[in-house]
């Protein structure tokens, strides 16, 4: 973030000084109404007030024209910045999915695509107004301090007060408040989606009335979680309402002692209303401030994304290319987290099989996953493609010739035609259709009102769990890759739908080696073998009869 600052300086200042001109012409433009209202009612020669009314057309001619340039400027340098951290971020991520960013990657990549937007607010909506209010402020402090001397200290400790007392005074009850309120959002969400990945369950019996009772509770508890938001950001107004006020009573007073020495009357109400117009620009960029700690916070995780440790090291010259697609072999491989999870796994496979991985949640089938598909360096032993160390290959190279299909597969904001390119982007029209056919979308298309101009995005596409895996599938079809790691692709699906995708996999696991990890017994009815996850080691299993 500092780097695309610094790099976008010119631009910025560019903006900030567009900025600080509307704003001084807003207070301007306060000003010298004062001053031409007050002339006015002393009815003098018309020539007398051609100054004031040239001044107060100059400020407002400059305060409409000034909003063009400024939004325009402004959101040139801010959108060229953003530009920037969007291309870093994406940089960071990259090497991080899936398997560095948890159990919910998806979700962390939406997270981080949200993030990127709320700093754009940051720096749009409240760094710049921020920067161009204070500015403004120390200017009319110091066209005040030349009408009335002491109105200029007025101004500048109202200054100091709205910048630092209010935001100190508020930040413990708006912090609370808004953890109250992400703690009640994510509660929900996360209770949307268990309803959704196990709506079965909860059509039958009493699990419906559970479930509203469930959701009733949530929702007081949201409900309450913004009602302690509203009173803080009451508290943040009031405050900031009663500084401008206070100041700009002082200054009223102190220029009407002034007009008892000999202060000119048509100049009295002028640094009353400076002081009122700069104080309230000034509030609305602190009650900003105050509210952003969302922008601030997601700033936080962009450096916790930077802090990150890679789950692959790529060597730093890496060896050429496998010659061909087999056999994967795994010798001993170990890997850890907060306990063992792989010990000493051994495999070898080639070509032409289709090998069903089973295991209870949490056996770490994913994370073996991981490791053939290279998202994932094993902290011990060897894997191999075609006799090749991957230790000696990069991530690129592997996934070059081994495709994964993640559980809950990402949808990029673009169309559904874009998110399948994404696995080759120059595939025609039919072999997208072919490989959604393939993946058993071929009904969920049919219903489509845009077909493959379909748009979709984010994790929360509209799309189901179901068609967000075998959306997944359809990408790991069209990547071509004769090696496949799929990650529970029928989890989810109804058994016609699950059987129909199972079927499809198996007639073409004649081109392919193919590991898909399930817990489920159905799926091994396709599988050559199945090995099972158990304390860490992979077993032979016998398969279920089909």
Not at 192 to 216: C, D, I, K, V
Not at 336 to 353: Q, T
Not at 356 to 378: D, E, M, N, W
């Amino acid at each position: 973030m500092a780097r695309a600052l610094a790099r976008h300086r010119r631009a910025l200042v560019g903006a900030f000084l567009a900025a600080l001109g509307v704003a001084l012409a807003t207070v301007g433009l306060a000003g010298t109404s004062a001053w031409l209202i007050v002339r006015a009612a002393e009815k003098p020669a018309v020539l007398s007030l051609s100054v004031p009314m040239g001044l107060v057309q100059l400020f407002a001619l400059g305060k409409a024209a000034g909003r063009y340039l400024e939004r325009t400027v402004t959101h040139d340098a801010v959108l060229s910045v953003m530009a920037e951290v969007r291309h870093d971020v994406a940089r960071l991520i990259e090497p991080l999915a899936p398997a560095g960013l948890g159990p919910r990657s998806a979700e962390v990549v939406d997270l981080a695509v949200r993030d990127v937007e709320s700093v754009e607010d940051l720096l749009a909506s409240v760094a710049g107004p921020l920067a161009a209010a204070v500015a403004s402020a120390l200017v009319t402090a110091l066209v005040c301090g030349l009408v009335v001397g002491p109105s200029a200290a007025v101004l500048i400790g109202a200054l100091l007060v709205e910048l630092a007392l209010v935001p100190w005074l508020v930040q413990r009850p708006l912090s609370r408040a808004d953890e109250r309120l992400q703690m009640a959002r994510e509660r929900l969400s996360a209770l949307s989606a268990e309803a959704a990945a196990g709506w079965e369950e909860y059509a039958l019996g009493g699990a419906p009335t559970a479930l509203a009772q469930r959701l009733e509770s949530l929702e007081a508890d949201y409900d309450a979680a913004e009602a302690a938001r509203r009173r803080a950001r009451a508290l943040v107004e009031g405050l900031l309402l009663c500084v401008g006020g206070l100041s700009t009573m002082a200054v009223l007073s102190l220029t009407s002692a002034a007009r008892a020495g000999g202060l000119n009357r048509a100049l009295v109400a002028v640094p009353a209303l400076l002081a009122m117009g700069a104080l309230d620009l000034l509030g609305a960029a602190v009650s900003g401030l105050s509210d952003s700690g969302a922008q601030r916070a997601a700033l936080g995780r962009f450096d916790s994304l930077a802090t990150r440790s890679r789950p692959v090291t790529d060597p730093s010259e890496p060896d050429a290319s496998p010659a061909s697609d087999e056999p994967l072999a795994l010798e001993g491989v170990a890997h850890a987290f907060e306990r063992a999870v792989l010990v000493d796994v051994h495999l070898h496979a080639r070509v032409g099989e289709l090998i069903v991985l089973r295991g209870p949640s949490g056996s770490g089938k994913s994370t073996l996953g991981h490791v053939i598909a290279r998202l994932l360096s094993a902290q011990a032993g060897h894997t191999s493609l075609a006799g090749v160390d991957y230790a000696r290959l990069s991530g690129t190279q592997v996934r070059e010739r081994v495709g994964f299909s993640e559980a809950s597969a990402y949808v990029f904001a673009g169309s559904l035609r874009a998110n399948l390119r994404l696995a080759r982007a120059g595939a025609s029209d039919d072999e997208l259709l072919e490989a959604l056919n393939e993946a058993g979308l071929a009904d969920w298309l049919a219903g489509l009102e845009h077909g493959l101009d379909t748009p979709l995005g984010g994790v929360r596409s509209g799309l189901s769990g179901g068609e967000q895996r075998r959306l997944g599938l359809a990408r790991a079809y069209l990547s071509a890759r004769r090696v496949l790691v799929l990650d529970e692709p029928t989890e989810g699906l109804d058994e016609a739908t699950a059987r129909d995708v199972l079927d499809r996999l198996a007639t073409r696991q004649r081109d392919a080696l193919t590991v898909l990890i399930s817990h489920r017994e159905r799926d091994d009815a396709v599988a050559t073998r199945v090995l099972a996850l158990v304390g860490g080691r992979l077993v032979n299993q016998a398969r279920a009869p089909s």
